[in-house]
């Protein structure tokens, strides 16, 4: 049965940190696993080349088969593109190939190359209503570690952004680009985004950097970041060897349960994260 409440609407939220290796597709497809095994339908689109997200979705992702490149570059329809995830009902995913990899310079001399992924999901979410197929409550966008076409696509895209953030030396570093970069999209491209959420990852509470770090990341946003924090746990990071979530590897490991929490905590935030009228400040974390 369902535990989680549904949200009034589908919530389109981007997964970002352009640093490499903090947790963003570990936190994409294990969040969305969380959501959709307490009945609530998702979606992960894979918007990193590299095709992680895909692997530990279980979905097919060989070069030439329908993905996220067919959706930006050709134009074609999600739906032409969607895969059911093998393991976990209600879970679907759009896949990542190697044909991504050429995109983001193939997008420049494209019309509306910032709007493409928005047009394609909504256009989704609107045919499935129409033709009176269940709702999609979550869409998640994992994204590369970078903060170019790709990315902003994935912004233009969202109304929320989730940061996960790895609790170690530098992690706030780079944040105040990645706000600057967000409050550019709101200005210009999509006013609706903001940041909701800010997850601790891969964090050890034994150590005093994990515990400062974390510290510095809650005094900065005290109303985004998650009271859950994920621990280092190999049994995540084993998961995607077999295609598979942790949340269905090995369900009752600490980093399963970790990662339902989180999930929990971000369908019962609701879109309250952080009041619209807060606007987020760059500079005081430039400073780390
Ligand atoms: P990103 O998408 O930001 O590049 P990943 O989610 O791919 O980061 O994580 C980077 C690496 O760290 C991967 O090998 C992943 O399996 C591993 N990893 C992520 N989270 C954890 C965790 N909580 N415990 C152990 N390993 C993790
Ligand atoms: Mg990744």
């Known amino acids: ?3 989680f409440p549904r949200p009034p609407k589908t919530r389109i939220i981007t997964v970002a940190n352009q640093k490499g290796g903090v947790g963003k597709t570990t936190t994409t497809v294990n969040v969305a696993a969380g959501l959709a095994q307490s009945g609530l339908n998702v979606l992960v689109i894979d918007n990193d080349p590299q095709g ?7 979905i097919e992702h060989r070069a030439g088969t329908p993905s996220v490149y067919e959706i930006l570059v050709e134009g074609e329809s999600l739906a032409s593109t969607i895969q059911q995830c093998p393991d976990v009902p209600n879970l679907w995913g759009v896949p990542a190939t190697i044909d991504l990899s050429g995109s983001e ?3 420049v001399s494209l019309v509306s190359r910032e709007t493409r992924l928005r047009k394609a999901i909504d256009k989704y979410l609107a045919d499935r209503i129409a033709a009176g197929e269940e709702r999609i409550d979550y869409v998640l966008i994992d994204c590369p570690p970078s903060l170019g076409l790709l990315t902003v696509n994935a912004f233009v895209a969202g109304r929320e952004v989730f940061i996960p ?3 170690e ?3 706030l570093e780079g944040l105040s680009q990645l ?3 967000i409050d550019l999209i709101r ?3 999509n006013p609706e985004l903001r940041v909701s959420s800010i997850l601790l990852t891969m964090y050890d509470g034994r150590t005093n950097l994990a515990q400062q770090v974390a510290g510095e990341v809650r005094s900065h946003f005290p109303a985004e970041t998650f009271k859950t924090t994920i621990p280092r746990s190999v049994r995540i990071s084993e998961a995607p060897s077999y295609g598979q979530t942790v949340m269905t590897y090995d369900a009752t490991s ?3 349960l970790a990662y339902l929490q989180a999930s929990r905590e971000l369908a019962e935030r609701g879109q309250g994260g952080s009041s619209p009228r807060r606007a987020m400040q760059a500079e005081p974390v430039g400073a780390q």
Do not use: D, F, P, V
């Not at 992680?52 to 279980?58: E, Q, V």
């Open 187 to 189: 200005s210009h491209l």
């Open 52 to 58: 992680n997200a895909s692997t530990a979705l279980g």
């Open 105 to 107: 310079i193939e997008l």
């Open 165 to 167: 953030i790895q609790c």
């Open 179 to 181: 706000l600057k970069t």
């Open 169 to 171: 030396y530098y992690a």
């Open 254 to 256: 600490t980093g399963a």
């Open 1 to 3: 049965g369902r535990k």
